[in-house]
């Protein structure tokens, strides 16, 4: 079964600095896509960052950059520079054949003034 | 963008009514659309994959007869609560892909919150 494990429930940071999500995810799959999608409190889901397993590149957007580590089936997420408006939860994806979306348990990051 | 619209946003229903919530994708096709329900604090479950012109491909543990799905066009599927209780008061959210996005990118609705009474 695929699954996705995101293991910090709650997370807080300064604004301007930086913090890092964690992610674990286990497939079976030889080609899949990572993501990492934010949901503040207007609950509308929003795409950060998109990474193809095949790329061993680490995929970067703007403050937000992931750390893939394919072997340990590991994909974080790190926020530069935090800002006020990065509060929300913060949901880690593997997209899988047939096009469904699995999700990770969440983790709730609150930027501090 | 794509973007996709979710109706109603927000529906209070009796207990032993049915509901509908319709998805649509506004600038794009999809044969393939995904529902979720989201209960608070709590992650995003799939609940089917809806596809185009065909039967709906439920997750286990997900009532069919109740939560009855319909994609009937590529810019429509509608799921509809029937003989909704207030164990089905959720967050329901589709998600949509485009036919010929090969990013393999969902757009998904704002989401659409039942309470049943």
């Known amino acids: 079964a695929q699954t996705v494990t995101q293991s910090q429930p709650e997370m807080s940071v300064q604004e301007a600095e930086t913090v890092t999500l964690s992610c674990t995810y286990d497939?079976?799959?030889?080609?899949?896509?990572l993501f990492w999608y934010k949901q503040p409190p207007s609950r509308q889901m929003i795409l950060v960052i998109r990474q193809e397993a095949y790329k061993q590149q680490n995929a970067t957007e703007n403050r937000f950059s992931v750390n893939f580590q394919k072997a340990a089936k590991s994909f974080s997420l790190k926020i530069s520079d935090s800002q006020l408006g990065d509060t929300a939860m913060y949901f880690c994806a593997s997209h899988h054949q047939g096009g469904k979306l699995i999700f990770g348990q969440g983790t709730e990051l609150s930027v501090k003034p | 963008g794509a973007v996709v619209s979710q109706h109603p946003s927000w529906v209070i229903c009796k207990s032993g009514t049915s509901v509908k919530i319709e998805c649509r994708s506004l600038d794009f096709q999809a044969t393939t659309m995904f529902w979720y329900r989201q209960f608070p604090k709590q992650s995003l479950m799939l609940m089917a994959t809806s596809n185009e012109g065909s039967k709906a491909t439920y997750e286990q543990g997900v009532e069919k007869d109740k939560f009855l799905i319909n994609h009937a066009s590529l810019t429509l599927s509608t799921l509809t609560v029937t003989s909704a209780h207030p164990e089905d008061s959720s967050f329901y959210i589709c998600s949509a892909r485009e036919v010929t996005s090969g990013a393999n990118v969902l757009t998904f609705g704002a989401g659409s919150r039942l309470t049943v009474l």
């Open positions: 497939t079976s799959e030889n080609n899949y896509y």
